[in-house]
């Protein structure tokens, strides 16, 4: 993938943030869009080498607007200083996990699994954790996984890794206070993530870099997705 292209287009809008400037230059964003496009296309081929169930899906089914909604934002900049990708065989807005890339000059990143889960299915992902302990503690706590995606809720803000975005401050209602492993029944979302360098996506070698990472966390994600499910 072409990120020089890329990332020369998105620090131009970072620094220029405004419609008159975006549509000055219209064509260097079509040119950007259309590399990441291409890139995340490639992507979804690879991933599909090992996760299937995303084989049917195309750019267009998985790419974010770059225009933001800034109604409810204070920062009322029109576009967006990233491209982002999400992975994900029942779409972009489901509740089953998927993979997700993001390119940003500074802060690039990898990351897969499930986000803003309802108290329901949270409720049920916490009772599988307790039920099928070691098979989650397989998936959580093997060398591989920690190493690039850690514990939850110990990343630091600077930090190059992360697993769970939210967490409750205490034991969720109904859950003994005492488990072992409380660490995972606090957490709000089951969504681990790796920042990488800004050179990570270029060349053709950074497909295989991706699905390095991706294929560490996917046995987490399959496991939530497994419970997940039942109620889509």
Known sequence: MNT??????????????????FHAHK????????????????AIARIAEFDPSVAHLTAKDVTYRFYRDTRF??????YKRHFGAYICAHGKKAMHG???IHLEPGNCMV?????????????????????????WLRCVQNPQFLSLFGEP????????KGFGIEMLKTCPSGFPKDYRHIAYLRMKDYCCWHIVPDDFYEGEEWLER??????????????MNAVIDDYE
């Not at 998105?10 to 400037?21: D, G, I, Y």
């Not at 934002?73 to 029109?78: G, R």
């Not at 809720?153 to 190059?160: L, N, P, R």
């Open 153 to 160: 809720g110990i990343q630091m803000a600077d930090s190059d």
């Open 98 to 100: 998927g993979y997700y």
């Open 4 to 21: 020089q292209l890329i990332y020369r287009f998105l620090r131009q809008v970072a620094r220029h943030n405004n419609r008159e400037w």
């Open 111 to 135: 990351a897969c699994g499930n986000y803003w889960l309802p108290t329901q299915i949270l409720t049920a992902c916490r009772n599988e954790i307790m039920a099928n302990e070691d098979e």
């Open 73 to 78: 934002s204070s920062d009322k900049s029109p």
């Open 27 to 42: 064509t260097e964003y079509d040119a950007a869009w259309a590399e990441f496009c291409r890139g995340v296309n490639q």
């Open 210 to 223: 991706m699905a390095d990472i991706m294929q560490v966390a996917k046995p987490m994600m399959d496991f």
